[in-house]
């Protein structure tokens, strides 16, 4: 009955949920119930799934169930609908209180109270049913149970191990609603299609996918819609084969508006709500993957006996994993280099231990508090599970542990590793040393395309071309949205520079962008970068009597280890290599950054240094001669102060003064539009 308290919490605080909504289901991410301490919590900052405490909710009532305030007839009414609101809201959590002390009577008014004020609210009148169920009243149970079916709601599964339906189960009445699973699903996914049909028109793709259990309300054109469901429905079956076991028993919605639309969602790109199963992503690629992740969790979850939602860690975990990682030819799972281990460095050096344990018995509100550290603190324990080949039978295990015997995940872990969790985040810690972040951003010289590009919902929209540049040749026009380079498809900044960073200036590769509703093909020859064209993500020149080693380290305790070495560099011509731990540098003892920093600047380009370092048991002695930075200009360039006009010789009076050099000026744009980002 322990869990089926927690059943009964989350259902109740689903429709505390729904209450509390002012607007329809499609128009907002759910918001947090101030009154309940357990229901659903998001915040503008986290592109995550809502998660509860105790048991999911799978129980939603029709779309229209609830109206939009602002589309009733004047503010008078628009007011008192939402005082409404809030009266449901409060006989929510009365009712919840009523049917943990089981006081079934009274329970009943209040039920029969939220009836009168939402109507068409499937799940009152499931929960009536409950009640009905309860005191014994079988036949009024069933006059609900089966109007709470035609109002939408399509909790099978749940309507099946509800201890409060108990008294229902053995009937034939019961037998013939869960035999209409299908049906009942169907017409929900058909409600669902004509109320999505009604608010966004005819504006967007609207669309049911049976086969997959799949709604689609897009403004996007039929092509990209085509090869988004095929990219979904290929995640999902690769996903139900590595990690997951069950699949949709619901339809989820999957809705991508427009960039700027009514959708309130605040700076997310995205959300998944499991209690509607509504999926709202602002782009497609890594948002989308990363929602995506969160319905095949939430389904997962969902199949489990009773066992509750798994905590907000875990969920966010396997999502942020999820949202950069590909499936190789034999359908396993390869995380790709994730730019969040940028977020996650500098808390690991403010919080030398505990971490692992930190994450682990976070609540959703706290987790939320600070999502760049949690977030990726929580993506690169999954990827350090994976990395030992241990992720998939960490979750199987877990969630036949959760909650009764490992509420955090931490027994799970011990028990897979077979150590305590404090020497597996010294190992995880270490492991992380070597991980690399994705570049983000191309410098002097390198491959250049000559155009900036904004966010659009299927590719890079392009504000800016420079003239003459490779991307002017090529065709490209302001208003374009770039979606295909090199025969990969891009979606976003870090898609382009991916591809841009695994060519060479010089290379011709092919283009795919979109004017308007046609697609275009053509070709593109990758240019060198200027030094002179300005980007604010770019670093300026590193200068040029500056000796620079080439290689990037991490202290863990007191070791301080190479985690990067720069081909052709001079820790690379010196024999350095990843994980080695460095210990003398210059003549001087090291064990932080800073004390390589500290002795380098006394050195100058030319000079020959000592290096000690440890690989394995062995020390090793070496001589590195000091480099100038390969982006350095050849000579000391001083672009503000042209260089004097030389004096002509004093034999020569007639002669002309050589004309001074000048500052080279940037290429011209073929339009003047605010840039946000370059390549």
Request: with cysteine; glycine share 6%; charged share 30%.
């Amino acid at each position: 009955m322990k869990w089926m308290n927690s059943f009964r919490r989350g259902l109740l605080l689903t429709a505390l949920l729904l209450c509390m909504l002012s607007v329809s289901l499609f128009a907002a991410p759910p918001k947090a119930a101030k009154t309940a301490k357990d229901a659903p919590k998001k915040t503008p900052t986290a592109p995550a799934a809502p998660v509860a405490k105790g048991r999911p909710e799978v129980t939603p009532p029709p779309i229209s169930g609830i109206p939009a305030p602002d589309d009733l007839v004047g503010r008078a009414d628009a007011r008192k609908a939402r005082v409404a609101e809030l009266l449901e809201g409060k006989l929510v959590v009365k009712l919840m209180g009523l049917f943990e002390d089981k006081k079934y009577d009274e329970a009943k008014t209040v039920a029969m109270q939220l009836i009168r004020l939402s109507p068409k609210n499937g799940t009152h009148w499931y929960n009536l049913a409950c009640i009905y169920s309860r005191l014994d009243k079988a036949p009024s149970a069933f006059k609900c149970l089966r109007r709470a079916v035609d109002l939408g709601y399509d909790g099978i599964r749940h309507m099946e191990r509800d201890e409060d339906l108990r008294s229902l189960r053995d009937t034939k009445e019961f037998s013939e609603i869960v035999s209409m699973r299908d049906e009942i699903h169907r017409k929900r996914a058909e409600r669902i299609e004509a109320d999505l049909r009604k608010k966004y028109g005819e504006d967007y793709l609207i669309e049911v996918d049976h086969e997959n259990k799949l709604v689609f309300a897009t403004n996007i054109d039929r092509q990209t819609l085509d090869a988004l469901k095929s990219q979904l429905t290929q995640r999902a079956q690769m996903m139900w084969k590595v990690m997951f076991r069950n699949r949709f028993e619901r339809y989820v919605t999957v809705i991508i508006p427009k960039t700027k639309s009514s959708e309130d969602m605040g700076d997310i790109g995205g959300y998944y709500n499991p209690s509607t199963s509504v999926l709202v992503a602002r782009q497609l690629g890594m948002v989308m993957r990363h929602e995506f992740t969160h319905a095949l969790h939430f389904a997962d979850i969902e199949g489990r006996e009773g066992k509750g939602m798994h905590p907000i860690w875990v969920a966010e975990g396997l999502a942020t994993l999820c949202e950069g990682s590909t499936f190789d030819a034999k359908g396993k799972l390869v995380p790709g280099n994730s730019e969040r281990l940028h977020h996650l460095r500098p808390y690991l050096k403010r919080y030398k231990s505990g971490v692992l344990l930190k994450i682990m018995k976070l609540s959703h509100g706290d987790f939320m508090r600070s999502p760049g550290f949690h977030y990726s603190a929580s993506r690169f324990m999954m990827a350090y599970l994976h990395h030992h080949g241990k992720l998939r039978e960490w979750y199987d295990t877990f969630r036949t542990a959760y909650p009764d015997e490992d509420k955090t995940g931490q027994k799970t872990w011990e028990k897979v590793f077979g150590k305590p969790i404090e020497t597996i985040e010294v190992e995880w810690r270490t492991w992380l040393i070597l991980q690399h972040a994705p570049k983000m951003t191309i410098g002097a010289n390198g491959p250049f395309m000559g155009l900036g590009t904004d966010q659009e919902v299927d590719g890079l929209k392009i504000t800016r071309v420079v003239s003459e540049s490779s991307a002017a040749k090529a065709g490209l026009r302001v208003g374009d949205v770039l979606v295909g380079l090199a025969g990969q498809t891009i979606y976003d900044q870090m898609d382009m520079t991916a591809v841009l960073l695994a060519h060479e200036v010089g290379d011709t590769i092919a283009i795919r962008f979109r004017r308007g509703k046609k697609y275009n093909d053509g070709k593109l020859t990758l240019m060198a970068r200027p030094a002179s064209y300005s980007d604010p993500r770019v670093p300026p020149h590193p200068a040029a009597d500056k000796p620079y080693v080439g290689l990037a380290t991490d202290s863990v305790g007191n070791k301080l280890t190479i985690t990067r070495v720069v081909p052709k560099s001079s820790a690379a011509k010196a024999g350095l290599k990843v994980g080695d731990v460095l210990v003398r540098f210059g003549g001087k003892a090291v064990s932080t950054t800073a004390e390589v920093k500290a002795a380098l600047a006394k050195h100058k380009v030319g000079e020959t240094i000592a290096v000690s370092y440890r690989r394995g048991k062995e020390t090793i002695n070496a001589k590195m001669k000091l480099l100038a930075h390969p982006d350095a200009p050849k000579r000391k360039l001083k672009p503000d102060k042209p260089t004097a006009t030389p004096k002509p010789p004093a034999a020569k009076p007639a002669m002309r003064p050589v004309n001074p050099p000048t500052k080279p000026k940037p290429p011209a744009e073929v339009k003047a539009e605010p840039v946000l980002e370059h390549v």
